[in-house]
């Protein structure tokens, strides 16, 4: 299969309340509500979040059934530590809910800064930054 991207639509509570938290608290101030749906630009992925009955319209699934809703981390590549820790406070200040950054060395001797936060609707970001080999953040 070849792409030129990715789409992902989630259901959520109240697209307003989503789309202040996106653009204010985790700085993607090209987020935008159109038709319904907060609609997030990322590189190579396309992001639509919509409350059930927006969700319902545009895709035929019903939320909350089977086919209606799935979990997951979404994971996006930070460039810094401290940029990580200011998008964690800034989504906290927002109403996301953030677990402590921990510091990961991987098997392949790569270690990574990641920061966890969830979104009012409980949907789980983990912020990753990669750090030299032996390094600190």
Not at 60 to 84: F, K, N, Q, Y
Not at 104 to 114: E, F, K, M, N, P
Request: hydrophobic share 40%; charged share 20%.
């Amino acid at each position: 299969m070849e792409t030129d991207g990715v789409v992902l639509s989630r259901v959520v509570a109240d697209a307003a309340r989503s789309l202040a938290f996106y653009r204010d608290g985790l700085g993607m101030a090209d987020a935008r509500l159109m038709l319904g749906l907060v609609c997030l630009e990322l590189p190579g992925l396309t992001l639509f979040l919509a409350q059930p009955e927006d969700f319902a319209r545009n895709t035929g699934l019903v939320p909350g059934s089977a086919a209606g809703r799935s979990d997951g981390v979404l994971s996006c590549a930070i460039g810094s530590t401290g940029e990580v820790d200011r998008l964690l406070e800034t989504a906290r200040s927002a109403g996301g809910t953030v677990v402590e950054p921990q510091l990961v060395d991987h098997a392949s001797g790569r270690r990574q800064y990641i920061g966890t936060v969830t979104d009012p609707d409980g949907y789980v970001w983990q912020l990753v930054c990669n750090v030299p080999a032996g390094g600190q953040p």
